[in-house]
């Protein structure tokens, strides 16, 4: 029973235990180009919380119907269990690999029907699109390219309207390539502010992940213009990577687990 239990576990949840990681950036609800084009049902995330003895528990699900896509999730914290926490909510609409989503939070589930309670949602459009194969072996892969924008909808009148004075310029431009088969490749770009990169200031943030076998090794910039080096083991169901800023001599690590 115990062996069937782990299973289900396993096939259904995407299983993620980080530290040093904030928790809304692992709860893909929370950014517009993530709510498309996920491969599961249901995610969940384990962080240690602000005191010991404490975590904090993301879970967040995922549909897609007919191109119809929804993302919705929260934390909670373990022992407590108080759904008193943000709650994030994404849709988007996606056909022949384009698309276009938004995301946005509320303070609690009380407030979820209440549309004047969101903060001003995020807008993001451009491609998404994932493969998956159980064919000799499991693997998946997805790819994004994407365009986000803060101030597409501006509140009013404690209702949400495009905004007449949007800035498109004000944008994040995303290009991510992450893949999981006999081993582990990820890339990815990020120009936080193409405002920025016209006045003369070609700002970006970058990881590189590329695999040896089931080992892959991990350098990056992720922010900051830090420089982080890592080492990881993954297969399409697994992956553990350890990261070392040498900027400020932090450790954090990551395990997941997904099917």
């Known amino acids: 029973m115990k062996k069937l239990t782990f299973i289900f576990l396993i096939i259904t949840f995407v299983l993620t235990y980080a530290q040093g990681v904030d928790v809304s950036q692992l709860l893909n609800a929370s950014k517009p180009s993530s709510v498309v084009a996920q491969p599961y049902i249901i995610r969940a995330t384990l962080v ?23 993302s919705l999730g929260t934390t909670v914290e373990y022992p407590n269990f108080e759904l008193n926490q943000p709650v994030y909510v994404g849709l988007g ?23 004047s309670a969101y903060e001003t949602p995020t807008v993001a459009f451009g491609i998404a699109s994932y493969k998956k194969t159980s064919f000799l072996f499991a693997s998946w892969s997805r790819f994004e390219l994407s365009f986000e924008n803060r101030g597409v909808f501006k509140k009013q009148d404690g209702q949400f309207v495009l905004n007449d004075s949007l800035d498109w310029l004000n944008a994040t431009v995303n290009f991510k390539v992450e893949s999981c088969d006999v081993g582990y490749f990820l890339f990815r770009f990020t120009v936080p502010s193409l405002k920025d990169v016209l006045g003369g200031s070609f700002t970006y943030t970058w990881e590189l992940a590329l695999p040896v076998s089931m080992i892959y090794v991990y350098v990056g910039q992720p922010g900051n213009n830090d420089w982080v080096f890592g080492l990881g083991i993954a297969n399409s169901f697994f992956n553990a990577v350890g990261k070392y800023n040498v900027q400020t001599g932090q450790v954090t690590w990551i395990v997941s687990a997904q099917m």
Do not use: C, H, K, R
Request: aromatic share 10%.
């Open 48 to 70: 240690p919380g602000s005191s010991e003895g404490v975590y904090t528990i993301g879970v967040e699900g995922y549909l897609d119907i007919f191109g119809l896509n929804l």
């Open 93 to 115: 609409i996606s056909t022949s690999g384009l698309f276009v989503a938004l995301s946005s939070n509320v303070p609690n589930f009380e407030q979820i029907s209440d549309l």
